[in-house]
């Protein structure tokens, strides 16, 4: 009997000792995981910060061509306005 009791504790020890050995294993799996996760969302991250950057410089830029190009046509509404205000002065001239 007293074999026996000494087999059944030494298999219980050994099985503790394993039970602990696959607890660590399965918590550092777990964490080489999560870190692995938390590279890929990092990566992520870094390049919508790099794109929302380029988006942003790609508006202001939008924004001073969109000025630009309004400064043209208020220049030529002008001229357009002027023209139109020469050819009614004629056109009174040539019927008065």
Do not use: Y
Not at 33 to 50: C, F, G, L, Y
Not at 63 to 76: A, F, G, K, P, V
């Amino acid at each position: 009997m007293e074999k026996w009791s000494m087999t059944v504790s030494i298999v219980s020890g050994f099985l503790t000792i394993a039970g602990f050995v696959g607890i660590f294993i399965k918590l550092g799996h777990d964490k080489g995981v999560a870190e692995s996760e938390q590279k890929e969302m990092r990566k992520d991250i870094d390049k919508s910060a790099t794109d929302i950057n380029a988006l942003g410089a790609k508006v202001s830029q939008m924004q001073i061509e969109n000025t630009r190009l309004i400064t043209t046509l208020s220049s030529d509404l002008g001229w357009i306005k002027a023209s139109l205000s020469d050819i009614k002065t004629e056109m009174k001239k040539k019927q008065g």
